[in-house]
């Protein structure tokens, strides 16, 4: 896999979308920069006794349309430009959606798997500490990403609540139920992933049994692949970080989960065949879901993908010069700032209701997020049918537009 800077990729996108919008250069060059980045150290304390010190970022990117808002991840890849990238693309996923807020990212540079659950919990507490005087429910709102979870989520919420002397849920999403987590919330990335599927395969003329290859099988490739299976979609490929599995006869996705569990890796499931995280990339499936990590889809395997389709789950996972290939080809990419926007209009959801003390059911969720989905789908679509660009340039027209709208009203 090409080594390429995300934050280069996102500046480009942003670029191509600018010339076709003819956006403002006063407006571009603002959006070119973040406008403020937290760059911390955390010492922690191990279970040896002995200490080490890790390196965190949170980017906030634009406050235009409302509080900051993005998820925390944990990954020993996560650097300052990648999460500038995604801190802008949650600009971008926050405005196609059209909910009330700009956009901002976080990570920690670590291997969570290699920690104990205590060093787990005493770094996730640190960053919070390092960062409390600069989020806030009205300020900025971290959730779950790469490698965090709802337990996490409430070791934070905990942290904050300490330093700001009260229970403060809305400051952060992505919690347990118990506290002040939304219904809906685990499994709404997927959920409204596979909403998109569905209106992809209206456009494609896909029949039922459609085959899909998933890559990733954290919190959104799994949901994903349930609710595809759900929906009559064959889901044949799974993959983890360890490596993939293929079934032409479709795979059972509560099964392969439980499996997953006991074992901790997909490999090696009764009656599938391996293949790796490159290869399940080109086979000639109907759907590809890329639903794990950025940069997978590039310049030198653009011209082997066979899928109809590419719904994008994961952040970044298909580069600028791979773009203009798929798109020539005529692959529907549909882009994570479209695709993956529902994880984030659910955390919209949880946060409103953190504030209103009104608790809705799941049922109630889904249903929102239904409408949310296909209100950005209808947008999206008819964005790209006035300019006649691809998905991701014409998702990005409907989001400047709106983020420069926003800009200009608060005045520069
Ligand atoms: N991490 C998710 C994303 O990339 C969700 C962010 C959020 O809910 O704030 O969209």
Redesign the pocket.
């Given at each position: 896999m090409p080594k390429i800077n995300p934050f280069r990729s996102a500046m480009r996108q942003l670029t191509r979308a600018a010339e076709v919008l003819q956006l403002e250069p006063d407006i571009l060059a603002i959006l070119k920069k973040p406008y403020k980045i937290l760059d911390v150290t955390m010492p922690v304390r191990m279970d040896d006794g002995s200490i080490k010190v890790f390196e965190g970022f949170r980017v906030q990117y634009n406050d235009a349309r409302g509080p900051y808002?993005?998820?925390?991840?944990f990954h020993p890849q996560v650097d300052r430009d990648e999460v500038k990238a995604?801190a802008f693309?949650?600009c971008i996923?926050n405005a196609v959606i059209g909910i009330p807020?700009g956009g901002?990212?976080g990570g920690i540079t670590v291997d969570p798997k290699k920690l104990s659950k205590g060093e787990l919990e005493r770094l996730s507490r640190k960053f919070i500490e390092r960062i409390a005087h600069n989020i806030g429910p009205e300020t900025d709102?971290?959730?779950?990403?790469?490698n965090?979870d709802p337990e996490i989520m409430a070791w934070m919420v905990d942290e904050y609540s300490k330093i700001a002397g009260k229970f403060t849920p809305a400051v952060i999403?992505?919690k347990p139920l118990s506290l002040g987590g939304s219904e809906g919330r685990e499994e709404a990335?997927g959920f409204s992933g596979v909403e998109v599927l569905k209106l992809a395969a209206q456009e494609l003329k896909l029949k039922k049994n459609a085959t899909v290859a998933v890559q990733g099988f954290g919190n959104v490739g799994h949901y994903f692949a349930l609710f595809a299976s759900r929906n009559k979609f064959k889901v044949v490929v799974l993959s983890d970080s360890k490596g993939g599995i293929y079934s032409a006869r479709g795979l059972d996705i509560a099964k392969v989960a439980e499996w997953k569990k006991q074992m901790g890796q997909l490999k090696g499931y009764p009656g599938t065949a391996e293949i790796t995280n490159e290869k399940l990339l080109e086979l000639p499936v109907d759907v590809l879901v890329p639903a794990a990590l950025e940069n997978q889809i590039h310049e030198k395997n653009a011209r082997k993908i066979k899928a109809k389709s590419i719904i994008e789950m994961a952040?970044g996972p298909t580069t600028p010069d791979a773009d203009p290939i798929l798109w020539k080809r005529k692959i529907l990419v549909v882009p994570?700032v479209l695709s993956?926007?529902g994880?984030?209009?659910?955390?919209?959801l949880?946060w409103s209701q953190n504030r209103s003390g009104y608790y809705l059911s799941k049922q109630e969720v889904l249903k929102r997020l239904q409408k949310y989905m296909l209100e950005a789908w209808q947008n999206v679509w008819n964005t790209q049918k006035a300019y006649g660009k691809d998905l991701r340039t014409a998702a990005y027209v409907l989001a400047l537009t709106r983020i420069a709208e926003a800009i200009k009203g608060r005045g520069l």
């Open positions: 808002k993005g998820g925390l991840r995604l693309w949650m996923k807020y901002a990212k709102v971290p959730a779950p990403d790469v965090t999403t992505g990335t952040n994570d993956n926007a994880g984030v209009a659910s955390s919209f949880e």
